[in-house]
């Protein structure tokens, strides 16, 4: 994506729609696509699950709606509005994902799940709530003040995979992304 491009804004109708018309997508050393021939429309408020196996295209799909990849043919609108020609931070401020690969930061579990300092206590324990994180967080001496990695900071903790995951939601889920 090309961060520079200002075309539009986001559509201001909420909740968003995303359609995805006659979508391809091939990576640079693959010859054969990806995904083929995507058609759907995720109406606003919708909720919907991707499933399907290993290496079917899952991922890929996902980091298309997102505007992380660029479709090889095909188009995806949001709102009716061709997301090439949406600003893309615009479109980044608005989208929560969570992916498979975790990075976090050598910082506190707060600070993990806000990526800031200006942090909303009620809104950061709502996201921990909902991500399922309470019970764990609850048994630290320092609770979300608690420095993750030990690699990195002495009395810091190491959260097993699951952990990790539910950091990752709570900070999907704090950011309150129209697009989730």
């Known amino acids: 994506p090309n961060k520079s491009k200002t075309i539009t804004n986001l559509p201001t109708k909420k909740p968003y729609e995303i359609k995805l018309e006659n979508l391809h997508y091939t990576y640079e050393s693959n010859e054969e696509y990806t995904l083929k021939n995507i058609d759907c429309t995720i109406k606003g408020g919708e909720k919907l699950a991707l499933v399907g196996l290993n290496g079917a295209g899952k991922t890929t799909l996902v980091k298309l709606i997102c505007g992380l990849y660029t479709p090889t043919k095909g188009n995806i609108?949001?709102?009716?509005?061709?997301?090439?020609?949406?600003?893309?931070?615009?479109?980044?401020?608005?989208?929560?994902?969570?992916?498979?690969?975790?990075?976090?930061?050598?910082?506190?579990?707060?600070?993990?799940?806000?990526?800031?300092?200006?942090?909303?206590?009620?809104?950061?324990?709502?996201?921990?709530?909902?991500?399922g994180l309470s019970e764990k967080i609850n048994s630290l001496k320092a609770g979300t003040e608690t420095n993750l990695l030990k690699s990195i900071h002495s009395g810091a903790i190491d959260l097993s995979g699951g952990e990790k995951q539910k950091l990752l939601l709570a900070r999907a889920l704090y950011k309150d992304g129209d697009i989730v």
């Open 77 to 131: 609108y949001i709102n009716g509005i061709n997301l090439s020609e949406i600003n893309t931070d615009e479109y980044f401020s608005i989208v929560s994902a969570v992916f498979q690969d975790i990075i976090l930061m050598p910082n506190t579990i707060a600070h993990n799940i806000t990526m800031n300092n200006d942090i909303d206590q009620n809104k950061l324990n709502n996201a921990i709530k909902l991500a």
